[in-house]
């Protein structure tokens, strides 16, 4: 049976603490320091975060190649949260400042700040004064209706804010707008090399991989492309990009992106055409498609005509099923049919359905069917790990980007099908 | 032994009129301890002769271990003094200073042997911190200081409804209305009225008079600077009925209309 877990909260309740996101907007800042103003212990969930996209990134065999920046807590204490943290905060200030010599301080509030009133923004303004330093602070208090997101746009407003200037334009540059698992990660690796292989120079990677003193020179960038998915989460990077093309002229080139092989040609032409680099996009697309082609003739005489179950539960507004419907196609598998699991509620059941049937003819079954249909498979892709004894590839949650992304998955469901069905158990891609 | 605890709208007299009752109590040979729970630390003003120079929270702010000498003042007739204390105005959280301090006061056991717990909590039940006295058991007579200004019955109105939530679920009750009078016309009658919409009674009605600002600028209780004055006996009567009361009661909050409406009816007899 599928996980019997199911969500009864969504995106737009506080379910994710602001001060995460305050801290990768300025994680890899080369001369920032980040103070989390909270009790010692929330520092641990930067800490969780951190070492997970370490975890990440190793198992990619991409080695991080900038220093992350030093994090202080203010240690708020009982004592603090009855006379208040703000002189701890000032203290904390002062120490950061004298210890690493940073070109600017970010403030993270905490939940225990936030309730007890603490006024951070004056603390920030007085101790800028003081210390000679900007001092950056932002109006989110962990959970308390903020979450991740809230602090890190809040953050990397602060940060254009302040140290943006408008620039002469350099031609044929690009800056990258987001996060996505970092320079290191698949998705901007593979923008990156898209970029350069269409003769466009990368200048960096904001918020977060920017140290502070290029964010001067940021703006020199033609046009800034936005690293994101789908879904309303990335609503505040479009905006961002917008204020960067409002205030500072650089065009934003975010309207889609390159997450599938018909999307990943269209956003090619799209940033070719920017640049007025049309036939290098249309050759570059040819190029990559023709490598892909070669990729699925060595595939094909293993996946060809394989039965395979297609079991979903993630909302849609992280994950795409036609990207994968379009996998199973390239591959000539064997569709026996999409399960939708009992994770969705009537309404996104509904909507899940509706795009599973506008681009297959597969039938659709229950959860309740799940188990029967995978004894009659070689292999199940799936959003959630279900307790079957079938092979499972469990379907990535950020999607596979540009055609580097799509190679890697049909080549982990060849790899999948290449072993024994007996070796059951699930494969993360 | 007996632990009462004084609210009422701020600047309603809370302070001056649980001094005096604390000091007729001693003046009748019981054990009686003033808890001043307001980070402006002048609930034992009169009973000192001075502010509290030490509340419990400046010895957390100063992260010092916490001794009973430390905290507990001597003031009036042997009446025990304790200042909650806290934060500066608009820095930190008081509420959670008075929920740190009595969990002090507790752990040290600093007030098992009395006779009379005395409760003076700030204003209004602001936050949950402020209702601690009432939510943890600390105290379970409470008495709401009132005049007849419709601001004041408001704020008592409200501190009744947080009494009831508690009431419901525990031993706290409230003991009465203690009429603190502005000279308003009709003001005793008014105030009898409302206690009675909210199942309690006046347990005293204190005519204002100029004995009490004498006394006060002084730094002294009535029962102190003039224990032949009449305003000094009724402050005896108080205490002595605060003691002896066993009416308690859940009460009956009132909406605000029907509040508005019963101040002007008591109003509009002028």
Sequence with gaps: MALQTKRYINWRNSCSCSMTGVWEAVAFAEGAVLIFHSPRACAHVARTMELYSHYRTLGDLRPETLRPIPVLSTQLTEKHT????GEQLAACLRYAAAKYEPRCIAVANSCVSGVIGDDVEAVGAELEEELGLPVLTVNCYGFLNTEYHDGYYAMTRELIRRFFKKQPKEKGTVLLLGDCGGPWGLYASEVRRLLQALGLKVIGQFPGYMAVDEMARAARAEAAVILGGRGALYEGLRKIARQLEQDYEVKALGAFYPVDLQQTRQWLLSVAGFFGKEEE????????????QS??????????????????????????????????????????????LDAYEPKERQEVLAKVQAVTDAPIYDTAAAEKLCEKVRLVLTTHELQYPVPQLFLPMIPEVGYSGTLRLLGAIYRRLCSRKERGGLTYV | MKKIAIYGKGGIGKSTTAANISAALSQQGLKVCQIGCDPKNDSTRLLLGHLCRRTVLDTVREGKEVTLADVVHSGYNGIKCVEAGGPEPG??????????????????QALDEEDVLIYDVLGDVVCGGFAVP?????????????????????????????????????????????????NMPNEKELLEAFARRLNTRLASFIPRAAVVNRAENLRQTVLQYAPDDPQAEIYRRLAARLLSNEELTVPTPLDFEELEDLVIKYGAAD
């Design chain 1, 295 to 340: 990729a699925l003739n060595g595939f094909l005489p293993v996946t060809k005509g394989q039965k395979v179950l297609l079991c979903l539960g993630r909302q849609l507004d992280y994950f795409d099923p036609a990207t994968t419907l379009e996998l199973v196609e390239l591959l000539r598998l064997d569709l026996l049919g999409v399960v939708l």
């Design chain 1, 82 to 85: 009855i006379f208040g943290g």
């Design chain 2, 91 to 108: 820095v930190g959280c008081a509420g959670r200073g008075i929920i740190v301090a009595l969990e002090k006061l507790t752990e040290l």
């Design chain 2, 134 to 182: 009432i939510r943890e058991g600390y105290a379970t007579d409470i008495y709401i200081v009132t005049s007849g200004e419709l601001m004041s019955l408001y704020a008592a109105n409200n501190i009744a409804k947080g009494v009831r939530r508690f009431a419901l679920r525990g031993k706290v009750r409230l003991g009465g209305l203690i009429g603190n009078s502005r």
């Design chain 1, 281 to 292: 996009g249309r050759r570059l697309i040819a190029a990559e498609e023709e490598k892909l």
